[in-house]
């Protein structure tokens, strides 16, 4: 009778056959049918809540990474900060606007040496009347044939009213202190000048 409550018997098996004509059996069936209907329930019962406690772990799981992957650029992006901070440019300017280059290319007129310290530098430098607007490269060398140079930037010259302005950043920072060239190289046509420079250290 357990084996046909249980449904683990064919159709035409004889027991089934014998089951609709004998009231006893019939009675145990019921019995048996009863007490497998409630193991299923269970198994269900059971299965559903393993399949919740499974689907509550995912959404766990995927929570802490989505979190986790939220937290990692603003880690990130503290440390970039805290290193741009250790690293922060010195701004510095330089006007060489009244020390003008005369057209036709000649050396620019004397000028008494200016300074930078010996670190990391944003310079503003101001370029002399008459200087053309362009590309140029920035150095810092011993002598002027450029060949020890202890920094170098490039930019591109923004005008502020009459004025010619490039922007440059100069790492000074192993730059012995003493006297060098600053040297302005117009990229166009590599149209050179030197002026004297000091650099300071700490």
């Not at 922060?88 to 007129?109: F, M």
């Not at 430098?125 to 002598?143: C, E, M, Q, T």
């Amino acid at each position: 009778m357990r084996d046909i409550a249980e449904n683990r018997l064919p159709p035409n098996h004889p027991a089934r056959l014998h089951l609709a004509t004998c009231s006893p059996c019939f009675a145990e069936f019921r019995s048996f049918k009863a007490e497998a209907d409630a193991a299923r329930a269970t198994r269900l019962k059971v299965l559903a809540w393993g399949l919740a406690a499974c689907l509550v772990i995912a959404l766990g799981v995927y929570g802490s990474r989505a979190l986790l992957r939220k937290q990692l650029p603003q880690s990130a992006e503290s440390g970039t900060q805290k290193q741009a901070g250790q690293l922060a440019a010195v701004d510095r300017t330089i006007d060489l606007y009244n020390h003008g280059t005369p057209r036709g290319g000649s050396e620019p007129s004397p000028l008494e040496a200016v300074s930078l310290p010996s670190a990391l530098v944003h310079l503003r430098l101001i370029l002399p009347r008459f200087s053309d607007p362009g590309n140029y490269v920035v150095a810092v060398s011993k002598d002027k044939a450029g060949t020890a140079i202890a920094a170098r930037g490039s930019g591109k010259t923004v005008a502020d009213g009459p004025r010619l302005v490039l922007e440059v950043p100069l790492d000074l920072r192993r730059a012995p202190a003493g006297s060098y060239f600053l040297a302005t190289v117009r990229e166009s046509d590599n149209g050179t000048y030197y002026y004297p420079l000091n650099v300071r250290g700490h």
